[in-house]
Structures are given as C-alpha cells and as structure tokens.
C-alpha cells in the first residue's frame, strides 16, 4: 500500500467512525448517510485511490477542476456531485460529467441545465441550494435561493426536460441568525425538506454538514454529508 493510499485508508475510517457514532447517537441506521468526498484541490490519483477504497460519491465546486478530473476518471463507478456556485456559461460542460448538481438557486440556472442535459442525452438530478442567510428574493452570500423561493424552483426544476428534483441542499451560513448554529440550521433545513416532499414525494435527498459539523447534520437527518478536509488533508494552497 502507498503512503497516500494509507494516509487516505486510515481518514476514512474515522471519517467512517464519526458517521456510524452519529448515526448511533441519532437512531438511525448507517445506511442512511451516504458520504460524497469532495476532491477539489486534489488530483485524479485520489479519486482513483478512494475508489480502490469503496469510495462511490465523490464532489468538486469548480468546473476547471473538475472536468478533467473527471474525463480522467471516466473508466470508475462513481456519482459525480457539482456542489459549488455554477454560472450559466459553465452549465454545458458540468452537464457532461455531472450525475447531481447541488447548487441549483435561480430559474435561469434550471432553463441552461435543461438545454445542456437534453443535448448531452442526460438526466441531471437536481437539488436546490437553499441560503439561509437570504432574505427573500436574494441570493446568499455562498449561493442559494432564500427559503420562500424553494417551492417556485422546484416547480421549475420538475417540469424541465432532462432534470430530476433530488431534494435540497445547504451550507451552513456564516452570517445572519444560523450563524455558528450549524444543529439549527440543519433542523431548519429538514423542516425546508418535510415542506417540499408534501408536494414532490420523491425529492428526499437532503445534503448537508462537511468534515467539522457532520454529526449536527445527521442529527438532524441529512441523507447526504460532503466530506472533503477530514478524508484529503488540509488543502494545498492556491496560486
């Protein structure tokens, strides 16, 4: 075994230790948590090395990283996840690699994956980004519709060709009331995702927590975590 191949061996099993002692604690069962490594900053040879290690989700927040990466890694099983703010112009691109964008937040960013996956021959699962640091109408600061707008989007997502509503997604907010609260944005999240599953059954995916607060979002029932520091090591420096 390499150094890497041990290094990356031994942060996921206390990754994977934190998610069975959270599940535990929560009563929930393991296999309701599924784990989505985020692999920005890191090259093709640790996604291939995650997946020798049973590694089947993995996420990247930038296209220019991502789509190499993921050309490279074409040949391995693996759940594509695009989890960061997506302008228009990069849509085409994300759409042929990507199986789930997370961050869907506007309308204009529905109709663009719609056109791309009907062109690449996809369906793109979909999840809306919700900020809980926006007041409505805006946007947050990380991305994300403000909390009156998740019905509208996912109304558009539903009925755009080539696009399945997955469910919702956020990041815990540094500004506003959620603010260092990260348990209690989460709840608020599930309470987002109850709401939404009234009127789309199947959108009960609910991605949430990253490596320093996993355990407050499977307490509160996330259905995804994206784990990228605690399983890769501190990122290298840019630029």
Sequence with gaps: MTDRKAQLAENLARVEERIVSACSAAGREREE?????????????DVRILHELGVRHVAENRDQDAAPKAAECADLS??????GQLQTNKVRSVASYADVV?????ARLVTALSAAAGREGRELGCLIQVALDAESGERGDRGGVAPDGIEELAAAVESAPG???GGLMTVAPLAGPYA??????????????SRLR??????NMVSAGMSADLEDA??????????GTAVLG??????
């Design 33 to 45: 948590v599924t784990l989505i490594v985020v692999t920005k900053t890191y090259p093709a040879s």
């Design 78 to 83: 693996l759940t594509w996840h695009f989890v």
């Design 102 to 106: 997370q961050s869907v937040d506007r």
């Design 163 to 165: 696009l399945r509503l």
């Design 180 to 193: 260092g609260r990260q348990r209690a944005a989460f709840d608020r999240l599930m309470e987002f995702s």
């Design 198 to 203: 009234g009127n789309h059954p199947a959108a």
């Design 218 to 227: 499977v307490a509160a029932g996330a259905t995804h975590v994206r784990v």
């Design 234 to 239: 501190v990122r290298p420096g840019l630029g």
